[in-house]
């Protein structure tokens, strides 16, 4: 025991002050000796949060702010579209409607006893097997046109002149017949051939919607504005002005220049100031009363009563117009022929050698510029008269 307890001093004293110099071989490793206490937490990063770490090793960190969001990527291309589906098979036709009632007003009945409420619309279709018309509101077919319009010269188009592709008749026929009635639609005409009485000649005269009887080529009549209350029918007239591009008429006056010329003659009577009269200025005036003149009388404006017309020619100081001869005197069927002339009683200028064969009256006027006389008769002016009365002398005839 004291030698082994010697034995292990002297190795210690080896191991102490020999091994610090010399180097031995290394040993195999010991055991790994027991975890020691966790050492204390770490200073946080930089921008992150504080961090505290439980004893099993889980941190709890405080969030950052959240980062700017980037641009939205490139919408991707459109996919094919999928095949049409199948069509799906007709559906079954339903049951046909029952027939409408027969006071149904809808329905045009075939056997015509039911007239049409509003215009017949074809829609472009024809309507065939018509018959020939027989009254004047029928439908005409066009062979019965072709007939009517072609007359006996069926195909003959020298009887026709076109324009435009549209044919027209270069003349028609007119008979004599019975002066129609007054045209039952306002504002139209009737044109019908008429016999002169008495005679073989017909003429082509027309009716308008007053009874108005009027005949071509002879009968000169333009309607105007009445200008004055009560124009009565047979009033000679003059043009007095115009209202809305309608001239308007007044009585004549043979007294003034202002009240003259005379335009024509009233054929209906006026009786307010705006009423729509007509005036003849030529023609045949027909169906007034004449009687108190003769057939031949020349008529004149009157200077005594404005208006009339009257067969004493007026004069001086008045003025003189003709409008129309007497052609037949009757009281109810009397004519003049319209024809107003020009005014006279007012003429000025140089007369030349004219014969008076009546009494001259100067209505207590002067005549002037008067000639030193020649003959016996002529008349002398108050100059020759005065130097004959200081002289003392006399005068022979």
């Known amino acids: 025991m004291e030698g082994r307890g010697q034995v292990i001093i002297l190795v210690l004293i080896v191991c102490l002050f020999v091994f610090p110099f010399i180097t031995g071989c290394i040993g195999e ?41 980037g641009i939205q990527g490139l919408q991707g291309i459109q996919g094919v579209p999928g095949a049409t589906g199948a069509t ?3 559906g079954a036709t339903g049951a046909t409607g029952a027939p409408g009632p027969d006071n ?28 020939n018309p027989v009254a004047n509101q029928d439908a005409a077919t066009k062979s019965y046109v072709d007939t009517a319009v072609a007359g006996a010269g069926t195909g003959n188009t020298s009887q026709f002149y076109f324009l435009n592709g549209t044919r027209f008749a270069k003349s028609i026929n007119i008979t004599e017949i019975t002066p129609p009635t007054n045209p039952t639609s306002p504002k139209t005409l009737q044109i019908f051939g008429d016999f002169i009485p008495a005679t073989a000649f017909t003429v082509l ?32 007239v003059y043009d007095c002005g115009s209202e ?24 209906e009577n006026t009786t307010a100031t705006g009423d729509f009269g007509r005036i003849m200025i030529a023609g045949l005036l027909e169906d007034v009363d004449t009687s108190a003149w003769n057939e031949g009388n020349i ?3 009157s ?16 003025l003189s117009q003709e409008v129309g001869v007497v052609l037949v005197k009757d009281a109810t069927a009397g004519k003049i ?25 100067m209505n207590g006027n002067n005549i002037t510029q008067v000639k030193t006389i020649v003959a016996g008769s002529d008349v002398v002016n108050k100059s020759w008269v005065e130097a004959r009365q200081l002289c003392g002398a006399t005068y022979a005839t």
């Not at 200077?303 to 008045?318: E, L, Q, R, W, Y």
């Open 244 to 267: 809305s591009n309608v001239p308007l008429f007044c009585r004549a006056d043979a007294n003034s220049m202002t009240t003259l010329p005379a335009v024509g003659i009233t054929i």
């Open 88 to 90: 799906g098979s007709t």
């Open 337 to 361: 022929q319209v024809l107003t002339k020009s005014v006279t009683g007012n003429e000025f200028g140089t007369i030349n050698n004219f014969t008076i064969v009546g009494n001259l009256n």
């Open 299 to 301: 008529l004149y404006v």
């Open 104 to 131: 149904d007003p809808w329905y045009l009945w075939v056997n015509g006893t039911r007239a049409m409420t509003g215009i017949f619309n074809a829609g472009g279709f024809n309507l065939s097997n018509l018959l």
């Open 29 to 69: 490793r010991g055991h790994t000796g027991v975890a020691g206490p966790a050492g204390p937490n770490g200073t946080p990063g930089s921008g992150g949060g504080a961090m505290n770490q439980t004893p099993n090793m889980t941190a709890n960190m405080t969030a950052g702010p959240q980062g700017i969001q």
């Open 205 to 236: 005269k027309m009716i308008d919607d007053t009874g108005m009887v009027r005949e071509f080529l002879r009968d000169n009549v333009f309607a105007g504005e009445a200008g004055e209350d009560n124009i009565d029918k047979m009033n000679a």
């Open 303 to 318: 200077d005594s009563v404005a208006g009339a017309i009257t067969n004493v020619k007026p004069i001086v100081p008045a």
